[in-house]
Nanobody, 123 residues
Framework: EEQFVESGGGLVQPGGSLRLSCAVSGLLSDSYAIGWVRQVPGKGREGVACFVSSDGSILYNSPVVGRATVSTDNTRKTVFLQLDNMQPDDAGEYYC????????????????WGQGTQVRVSS
């Protein structure tokens, strides 16, 4: 069973940046994808980005293209999400999640989920 350690949430001013981290252990396969999904109360989940371990590819969902950067440590089991020029629409609960072996269309369907970290955007 996977374990997730997420951190980095908090309050950001509009136009500011935030860096989230997710360390995953207990992975069930050497081929996996680690992604970020956000959820706003009253709205559905929205995929943000996804990293594929097998080839290092990274997918971004359209609302964050050009503003989001995903990176990993050398183990590829800790994934970082930096989001720049944050706006009120970026606020929500951000979840780290794992799927095997690849990201799925829409970047919202995953096998296992972390506990989430809250992000607020306000001046």
């Amino acid at each position: 069973e996977e374990q997730f350690v997420e951190s980095g949430g908090g309050l950001v001013q509009p136009g500011g940046s935030l860096r989230l981290s997710c360390a995953v252990s207990g992975l069930l396969s050497d081929s996996y994808a680690i992604g970020w999904v956000r959820q706003v109360p009253g709205k559905g989940r929205e995929g943000v980005a996804c990293f594929v371990s097998s080839d290092g590819s990274i997918l971004y969902n359209s609302p964050v293209v050009g503003r989001a950067t995903v990176s990993t440590d050398n183990t590829r089991k800790t994934v970082f999400l930096q989001l720049d020029n944050m706006q009120p629409d970026d606020a929500g609960e951000y979840y780290c999640a794992v799927n095997y072996p690849n990201c799925l269309k829409g970047l919202v369907q995953y096998h296992s989920w972390g506990q989430g970290t809250q992000v607020r955007v306000s001046s």
